[in-house]
């Protein structure tokens, strides 16, 4: 990752980008899961059911979800597949506090426990892991391959990682539809409805220079990770990733 440009929610005079990023969770933590609807127009809860249903036929019983955030993709994982156990583990203490209300709310704190952590240094043991997932995650750490090879370091052997994220759409017209979209319209409502300057000008600039589709496989097979493949979801403006340990 060192090779690429790193883009970062504020400018330089905020620290490195893991510390950005942090801030930037804490303070639009509370307008998320709402702006999430109303940008997507609630197609990213689409996205995540259509990945753990992917997840799902691995029978994976415990389950890592990295920057869970808010805990929509452990809470859906919790319902779909019903593992034993799912940890929850992000940066930002404010987005946990809102997952934690919804997994007290829906009755799924047996199953699913939440704690503060970096993607980037994980307390976990080596091969703790069935599943190691992450929702729009791994494009904000501040070291990808870091990141990556910590998901790989507590999968289990044979176990299997997921990644839901962001890819930018190579066909006309939705590709300039997209962009027009991405770049000029959601920035704005983002602006005005998390009070965050910068929260959602950093989303389209972090996805530009995100590696996606077969370099996002060539990173996993970097790696270690086997059998890597993806799905496209909506015309490319997504993609679940899935490999094997
Ligand atoms: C766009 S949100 C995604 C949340 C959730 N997975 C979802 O599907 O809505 C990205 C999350 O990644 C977290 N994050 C970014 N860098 C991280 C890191 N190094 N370690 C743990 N969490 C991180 C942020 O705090 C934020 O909650």
Redesign the pocket.
């Known amino acids: 990752m060192s090779d690429k440009i790193q883009v970062t929610p504020y400018d330089s005079s905020g620290g490195s980008k893991?510390h950005q990023?942090?801030r930037m969770?804490d303070k639009i933590a509370p307008f998320y899961d709402n702006l999430?609807r109303v940008l997507s127009l609630g197609i990213d809860v689409q996205w995540?059911k259509k990945a753990i249903k992917l997840l799902k036929a691995e029978n994976p019983k415990t389950i890592l979800d990295?920057?869970?955030?808010?805990g929509?993709?452990a809470i859906e994982a919790a319902r779909s597949i019903k593992p034993e156990k799912i940890i929850g583990?992000?940066?930002?203490p404010n987005?946990l506090k809102i997952g934690e209300q919804k997994i007290e709310k829906q009755n799924l704190q047996n199953v699913i426990s939440m704690e503060v952590?970096?993607?980037?240094n994980l307390r976990f043991e080596s091969l703790s892991f069935d599943a190691v997932m992450a929702?729009?995650?791994v494009r904000?750490?501040?070291n990808l391959e870091k990141?990556l090879s910590e998901m790989y370091r507590v999968l289990k052997p044979g176990g299997t990682i997921m990644v839901l994220e962001f890819s930018k759409p190579k066909h006309f017209p939705l590709k300039q539809l997209f962009n027009i979209y991405f770049k000029n319209i959601l920035p704005v409502i983002g602006r005005l409805k998390s009070k965050d300057e910068k929260a959602y000008k950093y989303l389209y600039e972090s996805v530009q220079v995100f590696p996606d589709y077969e370099t996002f496989l060539d990173i996993l097979k970097s790696l270690g990770f086997t059998e890597a493949r993806y799905k496209v979801l909506s015309a490319g403006i997504c993609c679940i990733y899935l490999a094997k340990k």
């Not at 990295?66 to 808010?70: E, L, P, S, V, W």
């Open positions: 893991k990023v942090t969770f999430n995540r990295i920057a869970t955030g808010t929509d993709l583990l992000d940066i930002s987005m952590g970096d993607s980037e929702a729009f995650g904000n750490f501040e990141g």
